[in-house]
């Protein structure tokens, strides 16, 4: 599927949607514990400030404070990633609710800005890589970050028991993104040409998607083929964390259902769509 996702336009109703959840926590919401396992509401909070300096400094500046050395695999990328994101958060103790809620302010219209002025035609900074991708379109990117910002968002909302956000408006363009991941995670998963696999999210409304293999591998797309071999029903309050990896695939048994091909099916429970 090489259709683009638009996501430049939720940002700006998206920062402003958290920076109210975060005026809304009282203390013990604060030091809550969220599906993150290493992360309390506040750890979260202070991940998604981080992502604003990053954007803004990394992207829009182009300011590498910080080079990652060595770097020989994916596994190396990642372990580099969380150990930014491990320093940050312990950096970020010392900052206060308030405080932290006055940078979220200061940072997020202008991050807004950026992220609407990417011409989402050009080559992306930072390549997709949990989409197998080793250069990408900003418009990837672009969704990509968005799917940042809501999962870290939902983490927090999920955590204090304050939806808002697993909605259609919201929750289908974190979707349409991660799904994008579905090709390389069959990669090498081998099937007669044209076997489809039907993949479902219910939420607010039912998202649909179709993976169907070529003879030069898996191809995404939105429209029903005409026989589907595979069929996985997901429950959408569920299905981000699994797709996060904050839960695994015997987490989520009692929100999935599945309906012929035993082994595709199992498949589409292996989909990360984040450096994890």
């Not at 968002?153 to 697993?166: M, S, W």
């Not at 995670?185 to 039912?206: L, P």
């Not at 005409?226 to 695939?249: D, I, N, P, T, Y």
């Amino acid at each position: 599927m090489s259709v683009p996702i638009r996501v430049s336009h939720l940002f700006r109703s998206l920062d402003a949607s958290l920076i109210e959840l975060l005026k809304s926590l009282n203390a013990d919401e604060w030091q809550a514990q969220t599906v993150a396992k290493l992360w309390k509401v506040k750890d979260v909070a202070a991940h998604l400030l981080d992502g604003n300096i990053r954007t803004l400094s990394i992207q829009r500046d182009v300011f590498f404070g910080e080079q990652p050395g060595d770097i020989q695999s994916y596994q190396d990328l990642v372990t580099w990633l969380n150990q930014l994101n491990a320093d940050w958060v312990k950096s970020s103790k010392r900052i206060s609710p308030k405080v932290m809620i006055l940078l979220h302010e200061a940072t997020s219209h202008q991050t807004c800005t950026y992220f609407e002025s990417v011409d989402l035609n050009t080559k992306a900074i930072f390549s997709v890589a949990w989409a197998g991708e080793a250069e990408s379109q900003n418009w990837f990117h672009i969704a990509r970050e968005y799917t940042e910002k809501w999962l870290h968002q939902q983490q927090i909302r999920d955590a204090v028991n304050k939806p808002g956000i697993l909605n259609q408006k919201y929750f289908s363009p974190f979707l349409e993104t991660v799904m994008r991941a579905l090709p390389f995670t069959f990669k090498d998963i081998d099937a007669a040409v044209n076997t489809a696999i039907q993949v479902d999210v219910a939420h607010e409304i039912v998202d649909s998607w179709f993976l169907v293999k070529r003879e030069t591998g898996w191809e995404l797309l939105k429209e029903k083929p005409a026989l589907v071999m595979a069929h996985v029903q997901l429950e959408g309050h569920a299905a981000w964390k699994l797709f996060s990896k904050s839960w695994r695939a015997e987490d989520i048994r009692a929100f999935v259902k599945m309906e012929g091909d035993q082994f595709l099916g199992e498949q589409v429970l292996t989909l990360v769509s984040f450096m994890a």
